[in-house]
């Protein structure tokens, strides 16, 4: 049995975290090694002599030839990404992925600053707060160098520890540690219910910290750098694991956009529209949940509860809050124009007004043998692939026979094609109207139900979702419907008479055909 589409790509896509996760875990190990080896040791001890704060934080920030590995890590993990996109049958030897396109060398650039900006440095909290609690102990300014930027492991001969590579979170957790240990009075809490209360500590060392509670005494300064240095290796370990994992989805995510950016820049290509896939977890983020099965045009934002915009799971836009430990992928499905030379528009074809008729070969509806029942509010007029032909609730057109499918498919393709072809010269303004639901010519009457269902069930919620549906106004003051055709259906099948759009007005310069934009 063939597999399917999503199948596949869901396939690839675990096939792709398998190999880069790894090596993304090794490169941050070898970005680490580097920046602990090009640390000028002698420059930060006088600067935390000198108290020269901003000194101590530029030195201990790891620059951009540092994390060099890593960078070239997350490049192969974005290239492998595009390439694990396979051209359908319906383009082969049309299509491969180019990982020098100039989006690819972009994408990769920004993921280049993003990572010396966010693993780079610490942060500056947990560098202050690490020599303040150095001088209010009176420790040397080699002890609190220790601390910051680790020891030389006598074994390797590489200088290892310190809250170098860590994130603030851990920063802060390596400092609080040190400091429990080393106060008497607080020794106590290294302990929560009998249970370690941070679990990156290192559970050799228990007993010895038992003894110290047992006895009301803190720890002597060696054992605490010990005890320290290890629960640092565990928290630049589960820092590395976290990065693998996150950049990994990342970098495998960007290159998959990007390959069908690509596919869809292909003349055979019609359109591309992209599925949220939830994972199953534990403790599952509850908007990741229900956007499972939504499904978007290829640049169309997911929109998260917080009004957080995401074209796919990890995308950056979406920050810590909705990439770490997510499991979301993301399904495309590309749709072909096909290719058949005999068709031409149906008898009695008349385009909206000032658009001119269409002259390029157009795709034929569904034929008469294939028109189907009535399925809940919606009187289904034929199928053709996976496109359900159904009646559309707004009143301008309703098509209820095979030959006004066909009028209204093909003005749907050759409306979207004039107002690309006519665009040049055109003046564009953006903005929100609110519009009477009987007044939009829509160009839209292909209904997939599948789609449609969860937005009926689901009414009140998608009605109000930021992602409203766009309408064209063009010079003639037709207004065109582009996106969102499924919720104005849904609106109208509910009762609604009046919606609020994201509208592109188009008004053409003098001496110019009406200009139309479809960008």
């Known amino acids: 049995m063939a597999i399917s589409p999503r199948a596949a790509q869901q396939a690839q896509i675990r096939a792709l975290l398998a190999k880069q996760e790894p090596a ?22 006088d600067a935390i002599r000198f108290g020269d704060f901003n000194r101590v934080a530029a030195l201990l920030r790891i620059d951009a030839a540092a994390m ?12 492998a990404g595009g390439l694990s996109v396979v051209a359908p049958r319906a383009i082969a030897g049309a299509f491969s992925f180019n990982g020098r396109h100039p989006r690819a060398e972009q994408i990769i650039a920004e993921m280049g600053a993003r990572l010396v900006t966010e693993i780079g440095s610490p942060g500056v909290e947990p560098i202050r707060a690490l020599l303040l609690a150095g001088q209010q102990q009176g420790i040397g300014a080699e002890r609190i160098a220790r601390q910051l930027a680790g020891t030389i492991n006598r074994a390797t001969g590489i200088r290892e520890g310190g809250i170098m590579g860590l994130d603030g979170p ?17 020794i106590g809490e290294y302990f929560k219910g009998g249970s370690a209360r941070y679990t990156s500590t290192d559970r050799r060392f228990d007993a010895s910290v038992r003894r110290a509670i ?33 950049e990994a989805f990342t970098a495998q995510a960007q290159g998959r956009r990007e390959a069908y950016a690509q596919m869809r820049d292909q003349p055979d290509v019609e359109l591309i529209t992209k599925r949220w896939q939830h994972a199953s977890l534990k403790d599952p983020r509850p908007d990741h949940q229900r956007m499972d099965g939504t499904v978007v045009g290829f640049d169309e934002a997911f929109v998260m509860d917080d009004g957080t915009h995401m074209q796919y799971p990890h995308d950056p836009a979406g920050g810590a809050a909705h990439s770490i430990g997510c499991r979301c992928t993301v399904i495309y499905e590309p749709k072909f124009r096909k290719d058949v030379a005999e068709i031409t528009p149906a008898a009695g074809y008349s385009p909206a007004p000032n658009i001119p008729a269409p002259t390029h070969i157009l795709p034929t509806p569904p034929a008469a043998s294939q028109i189907l029942t009535s399925i809940d509010d919606y009187t289904i007029v034929g199928r053709e692939g996976d496109f359900t032909y159904a009646e559309n609730k707004i009143p301008q057109y309703r098509p209820r026979t095979i030959e006004s499918v066909q009028q209204a498919y093909n003005h749907d393709l050759s409306v979207l094609d004039e107002i690309r072809e006519f665009s040049i010269g055109s003046d564009v303004k953006f903005g929100e109207q609110a519009f009477s639901l009987d007044s939009i010519y ?3 009457s292909t209904v997939r139900l599948e789609n449609l269902r969860p937005i009926l069930e689901n009414f009140d919620r998608s ?49 110019r055909m009406s200009g139309y934009d479809a960008e």
Request: proline share 4%; glycine share 6%.
């Open 24 to 45: 993304i875990r090794a490169a941050f190990a070898e970005a680490i090694r580097r920046a602990h080896g090009s640390l000028d040791y002698a420059a930060l001890i």
């Open 214 to 246: 047992d006895e009301g005494r803190a720890l002597p300064a060696a054992d605490v750098e010990r005890i320290a240095r290890a629960h640092d290796a565990r928290l630049l370990k589960a820092r590395g694991d976290t990065i693998a994992q996150n």
């Open 170 to 186: 851990r920063a802060a957790r390596s400092q609080a540690v040190r400091d429990i240990l080393s106060d008497p009075a607080r």
């Open 442 to 444: 829509t160009a839209q």
């Open 463 to 511: 009605i109000i979702d930021a992602q409203r549906p766009r309408l064209f106004i063009l010079p003639d003051g037709t207004r065109i419907l582009k996106d969102g055709n499924h919720r104005v259906n849904a609106a109208m099948a509910n009762g609604v008479t009046e919606m609020i759009f994201d509208t592109i007005e188009f008004t053409a310069r003098a001496g």
């Open 68 to 79: 060099f590995p890593l960078e070239e890590a997350l490049r192969g993990a974005v290239i």
